[in-house]
């Protein structure tokens, strides 16, 4: 610290847009790291409230700010922005002079600095461009502050309507914020996006933005939306809590925005099954994966992906490593070998409260002014990193394993299996065995399951 610096700060607000003084309580914020990167102890803040009928005329912070500097209390003084120390030219032309006799420097967060022991002629330079500075400029850099303060404090801002919820967030729309839910359980479930976009289309879903149809890239971006599970975030980044209805819960989100980060079911354009023997089944000739095609007269087949030298029954083929799967999984040892993941959950929450705790312990150390901007920001890097790890971690966990949805299942496991989208279903022969095709002998039309070969996999051998 500069023990001969005695800085202070002063802060002005003619028109809030919030209406809850939080316009000083930002530049205050601003003035103070400001202070902090250069180690200059700030020994008094004077502020003016100007919304009112006085209209700045009454002024009790910026009259105190002047008798202080005239008493020689302080050597610096900092404000926002240059504007704040003197709207009009005169005033400003003052507030400079003041400042040049008693060698007190003038340091705006947004203006830059006035060099004060130049001439007053360079001082005036300085002056004139810090005012030519667009206004425009001015007024989106107070926009943007005041639109992350609202995304702290968790408001609802959005301009356009958002699916799922009322006008102004404080209500959910019943009907798509079921739609929501659903689809992302669905879609956890292993249903593609694509469908999701083709059901809402069916189901007579209006978009609220310009889209007449629902896409899949449109329906991807609802399901990752961290709104929905009330996550209020500025740039990207989660900067509080929603104080509006959520329609899935933490962990919902953190699963879906994993499960599609992954490039394949990014686009959600990939390969999707109609068969769930497509690309599942092997070739017995070659070992090329098999897929459908339809025969002259309707008749479907799986047939050879790399020649055309081995075809079997689609529905008959389908049918009996359906009854295999079923069969596999009603046995009493299916739950037993469900791979689940040995974490404890319960204590993952308890770490991520804690961590969240220490971050808005933080914030107020922060706004009280007892920890600095630079030692706020090294804090909050570390406790972002942990709460990333935690988060993942809580992501992994809850990402939901296709068998072992279908095992625990409510329902029956045969009424489960056949409610599953064919693209689930293959995933699932996928984990649970091999299934290759064996050319038949020529004459063979009926199906015959001895030509079949089925190698379970690892845990379910035997
Ligand atoms: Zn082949």
């Excluded at 404000?79 to 420097?105: H, N, S, W």
């Excluded at 947004?110 to 001082?123: E, H, P, Q, S, V």
């Excluded at 301009?159 to 009907?175: E, K, Q």
């Excluded at 029954?313 to 596999?328: E, K, N, T, W």
């Amino acid at each position: 610290m500069n023990e001969t610096f005695k800085a202070a700060i002063y802060v002005r607000i003619s028109r809030d847009a919030a209406g809850e003084g939080l316009g000083v309580q930002r530049q205050l914020e601003d003035c103070r790291e400001l202070a902090d990167d250069h180690g200059w102890p700030v020994v008094r803040v004077f502020e003016d409230n100007d919304i009112s009928a006085y209209s700045g005329k009454n002024r009790p912070g910026y009259n105190a700010l002047l008798a202080a500097m005239e008493a020689g209390e302080v050597n610096a003084v900092i404000a926002y922005q240059l504007d704040r120390v003197g709207r009009t030219m005169p005033k400003l032309a003052d507030f400079i002079a003041l400042c040049a006799k008693k060698e007190i420097g003038l340091y705006t967060v947004k203006g830059g600095n006035l060099d004060l022991n130049t001439a007053m002629g360079r001082t005036w330079a300085h002056v004139s461009a810090a005012f030519a500075q667009g206004e425009v400029e001015k007024m989106i850099e107070r926009m943007k502050r005041a639109y992350q303060q609202q995304a702290v404090a968790g408001k609802w801002r959005p301009r356009r309507r958002v699916f799922g919820y009322n006008a102004d967030g404080s209500a959910l729309d019943p009907l798509e914020s079921t739609a929501v839910r659903e689809a992302v359980q669905s879609v956890l479930n292993g249903v593609s996006v694509r469908s999701i976009a083709r059901q809402w289309n069916t189901a007579g879903l209006i978009t609220t933005g310009n889209a007449n149809k629902w896409t899949s890239p449109t329906v991807r971006r609802i399901l990752v939306n961290p709104r929905y599970a009330g996550i209020s975030t500025y740039d990207g980044r989660e900067v509080g809590t929603g104080t509006w209805p959520t329609v899935i819960d933490r962990d919902q989100h953190l699963a879906i925005t994993a499960y599609l980060s992954d490039e394949t079911r990014r686009s959600g354009t990939g390969f999707e099954r109609k068969f769930h023997g497509s690309g599942v089944y092997v070739c017995g000739k070659c070992g090329a994966k098999m897929v459908t095609t339809t025969k002259s007269g309707g008749y479907r087949v799986y047939k050879c992906s790399a020649q055309a030298h081995l075809s079997r029954q689609q529905a008959a083929l389908d049918d009996y490593v359906s009854l295999l799967v079923i069969g596999r999984l009603n046995r009493p040892d299916a739950r037993l070998k469900l791979d689940t993941p040995d974490i404890d959950l319960t204590a993952m929450y308890a770490r991520r409260e804690g961590l969240q705790a220490r971050q808005s312990e933080l914030a107020t150390m922060f706004a009280a002014g007892t920890v600095t901007g630079p030692q706020l920001a090294k804090a909050t890097a570390d406790l972002t990193e942990q709460l990333t790890e935690v988060d993942e971690t809580i992501a992994a966990c809850t990402l939901v394993n296709p068998v072992a949805q279908l095992v625990l299942a409510d329902d029956t496991l045969e009424s489960t299996w056949d409610r599953l989208e064919p693209d689930t279903r293959g995933k699932i022969i996928d984990a649970l065995m091999t299934v290759t095709v064996h050319p038949s002998p020529l004459g063979q039309r009926k199906f015959n399951p001895e030509f079949i070969d089925i190698e379970w996999k690892k845990p379910w051998k035997a």
